[in-house]
């Protein structure tokens, strides 16, 4: 696996972690940082081997926002012409499951960043907010559109305009965070989830992530289409046929394409 410089990738079987890793600056997310994300998660992509990837921070901080430093003297053209940022997009196109195993500091384009996974777990002392508008901006990787979506217009307008933060299982019971576990059972638990998922078919399970991620775009009536329309397609798979024959044989499925 590629080294990187500001975060470190590891294998473990059919599962690749990612730790986000400027500790001296909490995780803040710079472009070097941007750069290595859409680095590894490229040859994540394209890895045969790989099923699922956790991404995660340190127990202090998963990442406490954009790089506050890098941004500040940045002119409105420096933004717009580099499309400042644009490229975390790439994060959230990712076509395999992307689990995010956030502890402590998960703020501004951190929050974000954790949003654009497709399962949120949450040590016990995550604490989760945009806090831009303290600033003089706002959220600008996605937070007044997936926040929104994730947990509903009246608490996402409470934390974006008065910053405040939330604390895990505030974040739990509005709907942000699968799971809360103890700070020191989250990288453990989160790599039991992506093993999980990577032990089932690649094939479906990333139509079943594109499945319910066409729910944010669609109507109902085109979402359901989508989603008959994709599950006759998993009936030209080789994992259909063994995972059906195992139930009826009474065995474990050996699904081929994982
Ligand atoms: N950017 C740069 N450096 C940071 C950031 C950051 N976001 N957060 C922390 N750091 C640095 C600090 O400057 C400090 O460095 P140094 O030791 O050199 O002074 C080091 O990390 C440790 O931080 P603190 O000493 O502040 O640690 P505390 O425990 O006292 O406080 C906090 C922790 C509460 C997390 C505090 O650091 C904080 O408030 N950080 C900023 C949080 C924030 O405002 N985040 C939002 C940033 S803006 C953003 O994310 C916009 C996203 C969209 C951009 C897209 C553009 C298109």
Sequence with gaps: ?????TILLE????????????PKALNALNSQVLADLRAALQELESDDGVGAVVLTGSERAFAAGADIKEMAD??????????????????????????AAVAGYALGGG??????????????????????????????MGGSQRLTRAIGKAKAMDL???GRNMGAEEAERAGLVARIVP???????????????A???????MIAKE????????????????????????????DQKEGMAAFVGKRAPEFKHR
């Excluded at 700070?183 to 998922?197: K, P, Q, Y």
């Design 199 to 205: 032990g089932y078919s690649l094939p479906a399970v």
């Design 211 to 238: 499945a319910v991620e066409r729910s944010y775009e669609l109507t109902l009536s085109e979402g359901l289409r989508f989603e008959r329309r994709v599950f006759h397609s998993l009936f030209a798979t080789e």
């Design 1 to 5: 696996m590629t080294d990187f410089e």
């Design 183 to 197: 700070a020191a059972e989250l990288i453990a638990t989160a790599l039991e989830v992506a093993e999980t998922i």
């Design 74 to 99: 940045k002119s409105y053209m420096d933004m717009f012409l580099a499309d400042f940022f644009a490229g975390y997009e790439q994060v959230a196109a990712f076509r395999k499951p992307l689990i």
């Design 160 to 162: 974006i305009l008065t």
């Design 111 to 140: 929050c974000e960043l954790a949003m654009m996974c497709d399962i949120l777990i949450a040590a016990d002392n995550a604490t989760f907010g945009q806090p831009e508008i303290k600033l003089g901006v706002i959220p600008g």
């Design 11 to 22: 294998r473990k079987g059919r599962v690749a972690l990612i730790t986000l890793n400027r």
